[in-house]
């Protein structure tokens, strides 16, 4: 669990930090919100070069079947990647690339009806729902919380005819479905078959999205364009005990946690930041090499007690022993 969240610290960050407008009357500048797209900006950098602390976590996450009655996982927004997982109560597995059935060593190219048992093996990014819609059905939208008016999803998707889906806003046609939550629950018309789309606006609450009585996804109130990734598993397999990397979520409330939550690495790299706008790179990457340098020494403090021990083998144990 983050321990920094934005708000705080912004209200902890020196004023040095803060990006200033060049030239001066710059239209349209706003420090406030300049500032905390650096601290995404860095955050999104520093994520992507290693695992710091608190971005590797541990997850259940429950497995569905396709139309095909295999099984998968997919992976919520706070996700980036599955480093290793498997069955509770058994050993895990390593992840298989989405490549790896085309390598020579690889199994081989396998139908979408073979059954499936094996590891974890990355389908890609690209999924909009945490399950699939296996057979079509109307579409119903609801969210937790009272929303105001601008609040929307959008829904794209094609009929069992494999026509895409159209609807009429304010007198002109759009490409799928737009549900104003400000109305509540509601239902779709059509009849979907398929989904490829979804979109919405900053919300409130959670947006549930369901087929008859079956959950798809709920949608957390910062998301926007969803875009999630998911794993094929063994078909035996109910869920997947797993350890996983955090995948950077752009924070926007106040209350929003950031990751890592190390906040002398984020002031250096917002100094990198400032430094690489105004076209000073050298003294940028200066700025975000000692950011780094923290963020890996911290690191080393946080893993001091989980240091490896060299285990000996009884025959090696002996060999040595008689070499004395």
């Known amino acids: 669990m983050s321990s920094l969240s934005l708000g705080l610290a912004i209200e902890r960050l020196p004023s040095s930090v803060i990006p200033v407008a060049d030239p001066p009357d710059l239209a349209g500048f706003d420090a406030g919100v300049e500032l905390r797209n650096n601290i995404n900006r860095f955050l999104e950098r520093v994520l992507s070069e290693g695992k710091w602390e608190g971005t590797v976590v541990q997850a259940l996450i429950s497995a569905y079947e396709d139309v095909d009655e295999n099984k998968f996982i997919t992976l919520p927004r706070h996700l980036e990647t599955c480093l290793r997982g498997g069955q509770l109560g058994y050993k895990t597995r390593a992840v298989q690339s989405e490549w790896y059935q085309y390598l020579p060593q690889g199994r081989g190219i396998r139908k979408e009806d073979q059954a499936y048992f094996g590891p974890l093996q990355d389908m890609g990014s690209g999924f909009l729902t945490f399950r699939d819609l296996l057979t079509p059905s109307t579409l ?82 910062g998301e926007r364009a969803i875009n999630y990734r998911r794993y094929l598993v063994d078909k035996s397999w109910d869920a997947v005990q797993g350890i996983f990397k955090r995948c950077h979520v752009w924070a926007v409330s106040d209350n929003d946690p950031l990751y890592p939550d190390n906040l002398e690495a984020i002031k250096l790299g917002l100094m990198a930041l400032n430094a690489e706008d105004k076209a000073d790179v050298e003294r940028g990457q200066y700025y975000m090499d000692r950011a780094i340098l923290l963020l890996n020494a911290e690191l080393k403090e946080y893993n001091a007690g989980q240091e490896g021990v060299m285990q000996i083998a009884p025959w090696l144990t002996r060999r040595m022993i008689n070499m004395q």
């Not at 999803?153 to 799928?176: A, F, L, M, Q, W």
């Not at 549900?179 to 490829?196: H, L, N, R």
């Not at 789309?197 to 949608?219: C, D, F, P, S």
Request: proline share 1%.
């Open 140 to 221: 119903t939208v609801s969210t937790d919380q009272t929303e105001c008016a601008g609040s929307e999803i959008i829904i794209r998707g094609k009929n069992s005819s494999g026509n895409k889906i159209y609807s009429t806003v304010d007198g002109e046609p759009i490409e799928g479905i737009r549900f104003d939550m400000a109305t509540g629950t509601q239902t779709s018309a059509q009849t979907f078959a398929e989904i490829y789309g979804v979109e919405k606006t900053l919300t409130k609450g959670n947006i549930t999205l369901a087929a008859g009585a079956t959950t798809l996804a709920k949608y957390e109130a």
